[in-house]
């Protein structure tokens, strides 16, 4: 590594190393062929070997820590089994379950829904699958396949719902590399990697000066002795444990948090979220629970016909709104219809053919512009419109409650950070949400996606480091342009790839708890590096005395590396347990449909 460094013209970490080593060997090989002495083999021998323990030990800490980034429950994206039950007689039920990608096997049936990810390569058994591949080769078109072709991982489902049987085993390790794909990064500065980049630099040729002066100094005294400070100058003060400090007191946070629902696309995002200045909300399905509430429909009588059909196409969608009404109309005894060229419209609605009538289940501007005639008179309050082969039908009205504690959560950010409510629903309840965020925020009703990207970026270009929080499903726009993207989602295996920061429904009321335990870890940082330059500055004090031999400088460096990392494990966990980020998950549970 030290000779690719040098081609490069650049120092690493390992050059003083190198010279170290090569300075002792050349040394006893002089000694040894002019017949001087015996040279220090016996010390360079223990040397390496202690030299090799330290890097062992570094590499087991970084194959750790993407071990657990990149595979053990920390790529949130969980996924329905179904089972098929024999009933009484010759009926079969089928039984849905969520489970994690870690207990999906070969010959599993899976159901995924319109914007899921395919988990792996499976063979379609039921629907219609138009896969966009965008996550895995960055072509958007939808590609369509028919029954019985091969699904591939990573694939998104953007038609309607499709029944797939898997045909190879999972590879987690492949799917979390897709969240990281340079179509998903946003081009931020990583502060620490940079800074121990920059020091590094320094800290070479600073130590490669103090280990030649203190060589030259003890060698017109004692060559011994001058031998012994230059090689444990250059062996004792090299900045490993700086380079773990951040990689690793980060990773732990990401492992912290994800315990608890709170899932991070890299441990970068930890540093930007200490770093924010403005905190922007979506409303339905983020600051209200989209699943909560009474739902009703308003309009004229619907036949068990047309039921069906509205439950049909609203089960194609994850989208909440279109979970409540399947609720609402559920009905066991009766299979779904099947359902054709369905489209979701983000932000609108979705539309499909249900036995060969095109029915539509969206907001009021939507169906208008798509020339359904919508009566004056009905209100323009939170509802799903329904239009039936472009006549209108109704609507369905749903109540949105506040999630437990959000009034605590604005109260709370609000005191430090500038704070933005973004909706997409009419302005009617402005007086209730005005009274929420109070006078200083910005309320702004009837957005488009296109409407939130672009508040985000004029936020953004007035310095302000912007955090959007959303649904997901709407606000991937917002979302993928924000400093940092909370994806808010019902389920936690819901994927959402724009995002930065994927948190369960139920943890919202604890995002000002992330923020401060973000702020906390990067202080953890902090002290780390504190921590390995006063090691640093001892060691290269003793060292330089020609008081150290290089066996005893390779025994202390390692010893430098644990000291951080046993402080960084403690500090974060102290810290998240001080944070109030809630209790650990428990594993998803059956649930029959």
Same mark, same amino acid.
């Given at each position: ?20 080593? *090569? ?5 006893? %090989? ?35 820590? &993407? ?31 969520? %489970? ?39 072509? &958007? ?13 990573? @694939? ?55 280990? /030649? ?81 009474? *739902?009703?429909?308003? @309009?004229?009588?619907? &036949? ?46 979705? &539309?499909? $053919?249900?036995?060969? %009538? ?38 369905? /009205? ?92 019902? $389920? ?58 290089? %066996? ?10 644990? *000291? ?30």
């Amino acid at each position: 590594m030290a000779w690719l460094s040098l081609r490069q013209r650049q120092l690493s970490l390992e050059v003083p190393i190198a010279v170290g080593i *090569t300075a002792l060997f050349a040394q006893s %090989v002089f000694e040894v062929v002019s017949g001087r002495g015996e040279g220090y083999f016996d010390s360079l021998a223990g040397l390496l070997f202690f030299l090799l323990c330290g890097r062992v030990f570094q590499q087991k800490v970084f194959d750790r820590l &993407s071990f657990d980034r990149d595979y053990r429950s920390f790529f949130p994206l969980s996924v329905i089994r179904i089972q098929q039950l024999a009933g009484p007689g010759s009926n079969v039920s089928e039984s849905e379950q969520r %489970v994690s990608l870690a207990q999906i096997q070969v010959g599993d049936r899976l159901r995924l829904r319109h914007g899921e990810l395919i988990p792996a390569d499976a063979r379609l058994l039921r629907g219609e699958a138009r896969v966009d591949y965008s996550f895995v080769t960055g072509e &958007s078109k939808p590609i369509r396949r028919q029954l019985g072709e091969l699904l591939y991982a990573g @694939g998104c489902q953007t038609g309607g719902t499709i029944d797939v049987e898997i045909v190879k085993p999972v590879a987690q390790s492949y799917l979390t590399s897709l969240w990281n794909r340079d179509l998903f990064r946003k081009d931020k500065d990583d502060t620490f990697n940079t800074l121990t980049n920059r020091y590094s630099g320094r800290f070479t040729w600073v130590i490669l000066g103090i280990a /030649t002066m203190a060589g030259l100094f003890w060698a017109a005294i004692d060559p011994t002795r001058g031998m012994r400070a230059f090689v444990g100058v250059l062996i004792v003060a090299c900045p490993c444990a700086l380079a773990l400090a951040a990689p690793f007191t980060l990773g732990t946070a990401v492992r912290v948090l994800g315990r608890r629902g709170i899932f991070l696309r890299n441990p970068h995002v930890i540093e930007i979220l200490a770093r924010i200045s403005s905190v922007v909300f979506d409303k339905t399905g983020t600051l209200t629970a989209a699943r909560s509430g009474e *739902t009703s429909f308003v @309009g004229g009588p619907l &036949s068990a016909a047309d039921e069906a059909a509205i439950r049909a196409l609203a089960l194609q969608s994850a989208h909440p709104l279109a979970g409540r009404i399947a609720a609402e109309l559920s009905d066991e005894r009766a299979n779904p219809p099947a359902v054709r060229e369905f489209q979701e419209h983000p932000g609108a609605g979705v &539309s499909g $053919q249900v036995e060969g %009538v095109p029915w539509k289940l969206g907001s009021a501007d939507w169906l208008r512009g798509c020339g359904v005639a919508i009566p004056v008179t009905i209100s323009e309050g939170p509802a799903v419109h329904v239009a039936r082969n472009g006549h209108y039908q109704g609507l369905f /009205t749903m109540q949105h409650p506040l999630r437990p504690e959000i009034d605590q959560l604005i109260q709370t950010l609000s005191l430090n950070y500038e704070l933005a409510l973004l909706s997409g629903d009419n302005a009617d309840e402005v007086a209730r949400f005005q009274k929420l965020f109070g006078l200083p925020a910005t309320l702004e009703f009837n957005q488009s996606p296109a409407n939130k990207l672009e508040f985000i970026r004029a936020r953004q270009q007035q310095g302000q480091v912007v955090m959007m929080v959303g649904d997901g499903l709407n606000d991937a726009g917002a979302l993928r342009q924000s400093d940092v993207g909370v994806a808010v989602v019902e $389920q936690i295996g819901a994927f959402s790839p724009a995002s930065d920061v994927i948190l369960e429904a139920s943890r919202v009321q604890r995002l000002g708890n992330v923020i401060r335990f973000a702020r906390n870890t990067v202080g953890v940082v902090r002290v780390s590096f504190v921590i390995s330059s006063l090691y640093n500055l001892v060691g290269l004090s003793i060292a330089a005395a020609g008081q150290l031999s290089p %066996v005893v400088c390779a025994v202390l460096m390692p010893l430098s590396s644990v *000291t951080v990392i046993a402080f960084a494990v403690v500090a974060v966990h102290w810290v998240g347990r001080r944070a109030g980020l809630g209790p650990v998950l428990t594993e998803p549970t059956e649930v029959r449909l």
